[in-house]
């Protein structure tokens, strides 16, 4: 593939942003109309609105150039067949057979993964029918009333995210609670309420190496026979969620209840894995069913969608758009649903693990901006913490709104006011208040200039009737392959993630250095060293 630089969309691109860099959304607006009901689009139950970007038919016309001179649909299709695009691993890129229907195909090396994909699905739902019926018993003898799953990254972030996303779906006399940080406050705070003999423990964990999740993992199994008193009761009281088979046998778990998955399934694109099994715990199979046929109607719209309508499509080029060529560095994930708390943390792994990369395909250093910083949370709290620096600031955000037409918590007028909020934000960013209608309200001209709101401000608002398990898997996967398409036009590996590796392996080494009792060798540099030392001396 040549250079993105020297594409002849990406240099047109480059002399139109000179163009667009002054056109204001108002203009834009009154030259069109219709432009609120035309730049829209619809798949899977959801709604894109992106007339307030400050693109015109020009724009998209190039951005659609962009994505087609870069292979983006071909790239795609790689993926759905399963082809190895994951080159630095030498891995397929398949979470999308994840949530494929029973008579799909889809192989890999020659086999068909999809009865496997269910297999493990049914064994799911018969452990976690068992548990939301209280017939899988503890060691005890007592039922399994609490969940703990003990995972990092994606075997955490995409599971807490979408128990929370999905709680009004719960089974409310169960307790689900997620240990991440080895920071031992985590464990200690989640379980000094729970009893021993009604807990069970989910060891999240693809590669079952993961140090954090690995020392709650054997803190949480101290806790547990510290009380229960017989390795026997580790049986009845963990289960696993890995792909290493013979790492969950070293650590005593039975392979009888561990839930297999794939190398072909990222971390961060496995949420909908056995890595999802306490979601399904909580919200029962049916829902969990429900949730990856949402995923799956993302898939399709992505696969067949035309790359004018389709919408992972349209928000990764306009997300290009600001990124490449307006200078945008960040993007900001504003979900108007209290129950959508996590999604914003859950986007940051997805978004900035899968793209912040600087290294071609190729293993070329790139010459352009990659992956946004991501970031957000839950309205109408972000209105009153950091949205006077989007309205006002020097900085150019572009944000997504994600609201939903029916609350799943009918309590007059809550809902209305925080949809006008949606509404009145995305109009406030778009067309801001002018100087003459500061002074026109009768504003000291003195302070009229801090009360001018320059507008301009771009965002998507993203509607779907109500957040059932079936929109948030829409949802969830709609994030998945804008990712996906930024990545295939940045011609870089959102598949692997070797930026976290040099800080783990560090990690490891220093661990041993201040549990020393002897003054070690610290070959570290002078800064390290002497935190070290200050450490060591002031740890007790
Ligand atoms: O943060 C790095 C990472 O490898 C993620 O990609 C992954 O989701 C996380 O660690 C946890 O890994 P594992 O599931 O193997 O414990």
Same mark, same amino acid.
Not at 2 to 29: I, N, P
Not at 112 to 124: F, K, Q, T
Not at 387 to 407: A, E, N, V
Not at 436 to 460: C, L, M, W, Y
């Given at each position: ?12 691109? /480059? ?26 689009? /619809? ?7 992106y007339s307030k970007h400050r693109v015109t038919d020009e724009t998209l016309k190039l951005l659609l150039a962009l994505a087609a001179e870069a292979g983006v649909e071909k790239k795609r299709d790689a993926m759905f067949a399963g082809e190895k695009i994951n080159i630095t691993e030498g891995r397929a890129v398949l979470h999308t057979a994840l949530r494929a229907p029973r ?94 003999? /009604? ?132 993007v900001a994930v504003l979900p108007y649903d209290q129950y959508l708390a996590y999604f914003p943390a859950y986007l940051q792994q997805l978004d900035m693990e899968s793209n912040g990369k600087h290294i071609t395909l190729e293993g070329q250093t790139v010459d352009y901006q990659t992956g946004p910083i991501i970031w957000g949370q839950p309205g109408t709290n972000g209105q ?45 960013? =778009? ?48 994030? /998945? ?36 009792? =002897? ?22």
């Amino acid at each position: 593939m040549s250079k993105l630089t020297d594409l002849s969309a990406w240099q047109a691109l /480059e002399t139109h942003y000179y163009d667009m860099a002054e056109v204001q959304l108002r203009e834009l607006f009154v030259s069109d109309p219709q432009r609120g009901e035309r730049l829209t689009a /619809e798949g899977a139950g959801l709604y894109l609105d992106y007339s307030k970007h400050r693109v015109t038919d020009e724009t998209l016309k190039l951005l659609l150039a962009l994505a087609a001179e870069a292979g983006v649909e071909k790239k795609r299709d790689a993926m759905f067949a399963g082809e190895k695009i994951n080159i630095t691993e030498g891995r397929a890129v398949l979470h999308t057979a994840l949530r494929a229907p029973r008579d799909a195909v889809i192989n890999v090396d020659g086999k068909n993964v999809v009865p496997d994909v269910h297999e493990v699905l049914d064994r799911m739902g018969e452990f976690a029918d068992q548990i939301r019926a209280g017939k899988w018993l503890g060691y005890t003898g007592k039922p399994i009333k609490n969940i703990v799953n003990i995972g990092i990254g994606g075997s955490d972030l995409g599971p807490v995210m979408a128990y929370e996303a999905l709680k009004h779906y719960s089974q409310r006399d169960l307790t689900l609670r997620f240990v991440s940080n080895v920071d031992g406050t985590d464990i200690a705070e989640k379980t000094r309420d729970l009893d021993p003999a /009604e807990t069970l423990f989910i060891v999240s964990s693809k590669t079952f190496t993961t140090q954090e999740t690995m020392t709650n993992a054997r803190t949480a199994r101290q806790w547990l026979l510290s009380a229960l008193k017989d390795d026997a009761a580790v049986a009845r009281h963990f289960v696993a969620v890995s792909t290493n088979a013979t790492e969950v046998q070293k650590f005593g778990i039975d392979t009888a209840n561990m839930f297999g998955f794939w190398d072909w399934v990222g971390g961060r694109y496995s949420m909908d894995s056995a890595i999802g099994l306490s979601v399904m715990i909580a919200v029962g199979p049916d829902n969990y069913r429900e949730l990856l046929a949402g995923f799956h109607d993302m898939d399709e719209h992505f696969r067949t969608a035309p790359a004018d309508k389709n919408l992972p499509m349209l928000m990764g080029l306009i997300g290009i758009w600001y990124n490449n060529f307006f200078g945008a560095e960040s993007v900001a994930v504003l979900p108007y649903d209290q129950y959508l708390a996590y999604f914003p943390a859950y986007l940051q792994q997805l978004d900035m693990e899968s793209n912040g990369k600087h290294i071609t395909l190729e293993g070329q250093t790139v010459d352009y901006q990659t992956g946004p910083i991501i970031w957000g949370q839950p309205g109408t709290n972000g209105q009153h913490a950091f949205y006077q620096l989007i309205h006002q600031g020097t900085k150019l955000i572009p944000c997504d709104f994600i609201g939903f037409c029916q609350t799943l918590n009918v309590l007059p007028p809550h809902h209305d006011l925080l949809m006008a909020n949606v509404f009145a934000q995305t109009e406030a960013l =778009a067309f801001g208040k002018t100087y003459e209608q500061v002074i026109a309200d009768g504003v000291d001209p003195k302070i009229a200039p801090h009360r001018v709101f320059d507008g301009n401000r771009p965002t998507s608002t993203i509607l779907a009737d109500r957040l059932t398990p079936r929109t948030l898997g829409a949802l969830i996967a709609l994030y /998945e392959h804008k990712v996906f398409v930024q990545g295939a036009i940045w011609d870089i590996n959102s598949f692997d993630q070797w930026g976290v590796e040099l800080g783990k392996v560090l990690a490891s080494k220093i661990a041993p250095e201040l549990d020393s009792k =002897a003054e070690p060798d610290l070959k570290h540099d002078s800064s390290t060293n002497t935190l070290i030392r200050r450490y060591r001396a002031r740890r007790g």
